[in-house]
């Protein structure tokens, strides 16, 4: 048999992570390692059920998530808000753009010290710095989006003699939303990511990322992996939400020729 | 404004580590996108004002940030600990410059960073060329490769930090794992979207295996490929900054930690704009090397 027959499609994925699973647990019980630091998959679990039954894993959980979801509703605001400006006026774009790419440069964890000084490590040097991570990718991805409406369009809209207020809400906004759309979805990776980067740079308080850092420090590997999975886990969910979001908003664009 | 690289959507572009999927729907939208988008450029070009006064537009803003900072510290409305003056600043930054301790720590950041990045794309190409061509392997490892790339750098980093300690490897895993992910995902990604008139055009002629490699399936997918290349390094960037910022005794992202406990604001600062300048030379770099790397793409239009 060859191997391409040897298992069924759709169970080949989980080949791997058996694998995996099995050589650790082999590792466990065989003792081919005697550092502390090679815990039983079973521990992992234990602490895992544990944190939950606990709650602490969602307390840390709730604020972390808490912050991230403040922090980016305040940059994408904004984003949004300076993103439209720079699109629908080149002026602005000429006044504002190259200081603004300039900014961009700085990669985005540099601003948590400065931050730090200015806004103390609390919550709000936190959203400060979120907000900021989700500002940067939705103010590019909505200029882009608004500065590529097909010019056609807009001619349409005079034809039509469309107010400003109806070209933008008709026209300018549908047309750019693929792009504003990925904008938010970036900037809500973004901020997830700048949360767990905050965590540990601005220890203070609570949070899914303290929760690791004092797992490390303690070397209590089974709460770093059970961490690393949690972490894992809300990245997917976040972003699994915005796809929905994202496909339910856009839907129109798939239908909208086939109307008629 | 230019076509900024390390967060637009390109298609088949994969953001950061857990991905957006570029789905083929969006290519297409994309390329009329970018075709209306060209011949609006153009129309532009010939209409609006010469390139000298967009120039001179692009800098009242700064300078009136600059002239506001200058104030603001001259009559101490901020304490100096806070913001410390533009010329504490330039003064630090010279100073660093001269002794040659920017350099030191400037080396070795770039040093990691591109050690990193080397190996995050062998590994990041290796693996989407692989995933691209082989059904069977994309079955076997495609569903872990996206498990892994869900948790982003900074959740490995603290058990990368247990497991290998906080030495050079540390660095370099999480470097290389920042660049991997968006090279194999769009390398995959673009290996997968090659249109399949093209291989039915290598068909017609005969084209044997390497041939249709070499002249039909790499060629075409090379604009998805490089623009994972630059999300990969600007990913390694960043993670060559956080990682500094965490666990490090040299570097840029030290020398900014350094000074935020010293509570040197004008050492913080200085390193700040070095950060953005590397930034910025890398990511010019690498828009260079596309403009010679595709460039035949564009005789197209």
Redesign the interface.
């Known amino acids: 048999m060859s191997?391409?027959t040897l298992v069924p499609?759709s169970l080949?994925?989980?080949?791997?992570?058996l694998v995996?699973l099995a050589l650790w647990w082999a590792a466990v019980r065989f003792g081919w390692s005697s550092s502390p630091?090679l815990v039983a998959p079973g521990q992992v679990w234990q602490t895992g059920v544990e944190q939950v039954i606990s709650g602490k894993v969602f307390a840390a959980l709730g604020a972390s998530l808490w912050r991230d979801l403040f922090g980016f509703a305040i940059g994408a605001s904004a984003g949004l808000g300076v993103g439209a400006l720079?699109g629908a006026s080149?002026?602005a774009?000429?006044?504002?753009?190259?200081?603004f790419?300039?900014?961009?440069?700085?990669?985005?964890?540099?601003?948590?010290?400065?931050l730090?000084?200015?806004f103390g490590l609390g919550d709000s040097a936190k959203v400060a710095f979120l907000s900021l991570a989700a500002f940067?990718?939705v103010v590019?991805?909505t200029?882009?989006g608004i500065?590529?409406v097909?010019?056609?369009l807009l001619e349409v809209a005079r034809v039509l003699k469309f107010s400003r207020t109806q070209a933008w809400v008709k026209l300018i906004l549908p047309a750019a939303s693929?792009?504003i759309f990925?904008?938010i979805?970036?900037g809500l990776?973004?901020a997830?990511?700048a949360t767990?980067?905050a965590e540990?740079?601005l220890v203070s308080g609570q949070g899914i990322?303290n929760l690791?850092?004092e797992?490390?420090e303690h070397?209590w590997?089974d709460m770093?992996?059970f961490?690393?999975f949690v972490?894992?886990?809300v990245?997917?969910t976040l972003?699994w939400i915005a796809?929905r979001i994202e496909a339910h908003s856009l839907a129109w664009r798939?239908r909208s020729v086939a109307q008629f | 404004?230019?076509?900024?690289l390390?967060?637009?959507?390109d298609g088949v572009a994969s953001?950061?580590?857990?991905g957006?999927?570029g789905g083929d729907?969006?290519q297409r939208?994309t390329v009329l996108?970018?075709q209306?988008?060209a011949?609006?450029r153009r129309?532009?070009a010939e209409q609006?004002w010469p390139p000298l006064r967009?120039w001179l537009?692009?800098w009242?803003?700064?300078l009136a940030?600059l002239a506001l900072w200058a104030l603001a510290s001259h009559f101490e409305w901020i304490a100096p600990?806070?913001?410390p003056s533009p010329e504490a600043v330039a003064l630090t930054f010279k100073e660093a410059l001269v002794s040659g301790e920017l350099w030191a720590n400037l080396q070795i950041s770039l040093l990691r960073v591109l050690g990193g990045f080397a190996v995050g794309l062998v590994g990041g190409l290796a693996l989407g060329v692989v995933m691209g061509l082989s059904p069977?392997v994309k079955?076997?490892?495609?569903?872990?490769f996206k498990?892994f790339a869900?948790?982003?750098?900074?959740?490995?980093?603290?058990?990368l930090?247990?497991?290998v300690g906080i030495d050079e490897a540390l660095k370099i895993i999480l470097i290389s794992k920042a660049a991997l992910v968006p090279i194999a995902l769009n390398t995959y990604k673009g290996i997968q979207s090659v249109p399949t008139r093209f291989i039915e055009v290598g068909k017609v002629l005969k084209f044997t295996r390497w041939q249709m490699l070499g002249k039909v399936v790499f060629p075409a997918a090379l604009a998805p490929i490089w623009n994972g290349i630059r999300y990969g390094f600007t990913h390694a960037?960043?993670a060559?900054?956080?990682v500094e910022?965490?666990a490090s005794s040299e570097g840029l992202?030290f020398m900014?930690?350094y000074?935020?406990q010293l509570?040197q604001?004008d050492v913080?600062?200085a390193?700040?704009v070095v950060?953005?300048?590397v930034?910025?030379v890398l990511?010019k770099g690498l828009a260079a090397i596309e403009t010679r790397l595709l460039g035949w793409r564009k005789q197209a239009f």
């Open positions: 191997a391409a499609r080949r994925g989980f080949v791997f992570p995996l630091l720079l080149r002026l774009e000429k006044l504002v753009g190259p200081s790419h300039t900014l961009k440069q700085i990669s985005l964890f540099a601003w948590i010290p400065l730090s000084v200015w940067f990718p590019l991805n200029f882009e500065r590529s097909p010019a056609d693929p792009s990925a904008g979805h970036l990776i973004y997830w990511l767990l980067g540990y740079l990322g690791m850092i797992g490390r070397f590997m770093v992996l961490g690393v972490v894992g886990l990245g997917f972003n796809s798939s | 404004m230019e076509r900024s390390p967060l637009r959507l953001p950061l580590d857990v957006i999927d729907s969006n939208d996108a970018r209306s988008r011949a609006w129309r532009v609006t967009d537009l692009a009242p803003l700064p940030v600990q806070v913001l069977t079955d076997y490892v495609y569903p872990i498990a869900q948790v982003p750098v900074l959740g490995w980093l603290p058990l930090m247990l497991l960037w960043l060559l900054v956080v910022l965490l992202g900014i930690v000074g935020r509570f604001l913080v600062l390193a700040v950060v953005g300048a930034g910025y990511d």
